[in-house]
């Protein structure tokens, strides 16, 4: 049937468990070569402007906003979505070109008055052209998705975290040189650290290196797709929107003028609000960051958080953003197209049943997760990270805050699905403004948190707080679109979620409790990760399959009731 998702979304998760799998061997290199520093701090404070616009443009608003248009005149007309899509990419490269070169002449300007050498913001201008072209991708992205080519888009991620570490492994060899250069020739007071400087600059520069390597395999894609047909995905003479509409019909203009102002009316309120949350991301990276980037103190009184406080953050949240985007995500990202399908039909009752399903769905892998990785965080940061400059407190460190995440991996998952849900009725605005009505208590939460004896943790507790409510308001509002959603068969389904979870932990505890008392060592943990998840994973084997539960089945791609 057309609106099945399921087998898209096992493309997508096996795909995605391949990028997060060399995205943790990515963090793994970096925490190993250099540690919870300042030094990795200034990096992920310098990706933090990429990774914004990436969510905004790419894969926020305008791919939300772009995908149900393209997918309803592409069944309708595909002369007209053929035309739009070439009008968006032209006008994405006009803009975020522009936004580009502003902002590396702010970064230029702004490097240069510091009185200190500021290299996060070097880092800054070094990776800021990705951001284009990251967006680009995504919006290729949304058009291979309606086609039902799932997989370039999924697997382009992994460019960027195998070029990583190729970067902060292979540059080992080139910091030794550029430290043995540095002492020689110039007579540096700290050759080592002019050579780690040199080594993060060159990762910085692999970054730019795989958006190239992305955008380039993403156009190789669609062109094989026939998507696009004998149309040019990007052409010079249509850079310019009046260009490509005053190059058509009378009734060909007016098809695709309409459909442009439909992209652009749900687009914006998305742009206006979604640039609100990432202003607050913004600000919390910027408390975690604040002893690298501004001081020690803040109106006199030292700052609660200590240097290494960002890393710690972005290394917790790929940790959970591991089965987040392996399962959460890859179900919110096929069932988009589906629902955009069904939705536009105006077919409450196939459009809830979908949306039921991946409700099921993502509660059938979100709450497991978030139980087992509180379980496991320990040894799993420990195997991941632990080695070179990274240490046991470290180690430590890390899983504390991966504590705070954790809890709401099932809310961060059924967010997504609610939040395409509500785009997929042209209703960009209900999701966006309870977002944003979780901006101010989420602000809120985090000042009062960090000074506490949670610290950088308090920043992840605050966000899987919100998520939280936010999972709950989206639940209450989806009624709008969708009779009973949660009804008596959703209903069943979680609560025997909770009841294989429940068993998943209890299979967890014992096995914990079997193992020896060990130091917080490399060897031993990855002893006791293989442990507590196979003895975890044949738990939710043997329930489900006792329980009979469908979506066990979902989950491996196939369509069962």
Known sequence: MAEQF?????????????????????????????????????????????????????????????LPVYSQLDKNDPQVARRLATLTISLMIVFLGGITLLGELILWILSNQHEHDHLALKLMMIMLPYMPLVCLVAI??????????????????????LLVVAAAWGGLAYRGAV?????MSTGDANPSQSAEIAHIS???????????????????????????????????????????????????????ASSMKRVLAQAWPMFIG?????????????????????????????????????????????????????????????????LARVGGAEDRERFAATLRRGLRLVMFIGLPASIGLILVREPLTAVVYQGGDFSPEDTRRVAFVLLGYAPAIWAYSMTHTLTRAFYAKGDSMT???????????????????????????????????????????????????ADDLVDSTVRMSWLR???VTAIMAGFVLIARSLLPAHELAWRWALIE?????????????????????????????KRSD
């Open 6 to 66: 399921e087998k898209h979304a096992r493309t997508v998760t096996l795909l995605t468990l391949a990028s997060r799998v060399t995205g943790l061997a990515r963090d793994a290199a970096l925490s190993r070569v250099f540690g919870l520093s300042a030094l990795t701090d200034a990096f992920w404070f310098a990706f933090i402007i990429p990774n914004l616009f990436r969510r905004l443009f790419g894969e926020g608003a305008l791919s939300a906003a772009f």
């Open 140 to 161: 290729l992205g949304a058009m291979l998705q309606v086609h039902g080519r799932f997989g370039p888009t999924a697997a382009a991620p992994i460019v960027l975290n």
């Open 179 to 183: 430290e043995d250069f540095r002492q």
């Open 202 to 256: 060159l990762v910085s520069f692999s970054v730019l290196l795989a958006g190239i390597v992305q955008l380039v395999w993403s156009i190789w894609s669609l062109q094989r797709s026939g998507a696009m047909g004998d149309q040019r995905i990007v052409s010079f003479r249509n850079l310019l929107f009046w260009r490509s509409l005053g190059s058509a019909t009378d009734s060909f203009t007016h098809a695709l």
């Open 274 to 338: 979604l640039g609100v949350l990432q202003i607050n991301a913004l600000l919390d990276n910027l408390i975690a960051s604040y002893p690298t980037t501004i001081g020690p103190t803040i109106f006199g009184l030292e700052f609660p958080l200590k240097s290494g406080a960002l890393t710690a953050l972005s290394n917790a949240q790929r940790l959970y953003e591991f089965p987040l985007g392996v399962f959460g995500i890859a179900v919110a990202t096929a069932i988009f197209p589906a």
């Open 431 to 481: 999701p966006v403004k309870v977002a944003v009505s979780m901006v101010a208590l989420n602000l809120l939460l985090n000042f009062t948190l960090i000074w506490t004896p949670l610290r950088e943790a308090g920043l992840a507790w605050s966000t899987a707080i919100c998520a939280t409510l936010q999972t709950l308001i989206l639940l209450r509002l989806s009624r709008r679109y």
């Open 497 to 499: 979620t909770v009841a």
């Open 529 to 557: 990760l293989a442990v507590l998840v196979s003895a975890g994973a044949a738990a939710v084997l043997t329930a489900s399959v006792a329980l009979r539960m469908p979506e066990f089945s979902w989950a491996l791609g």
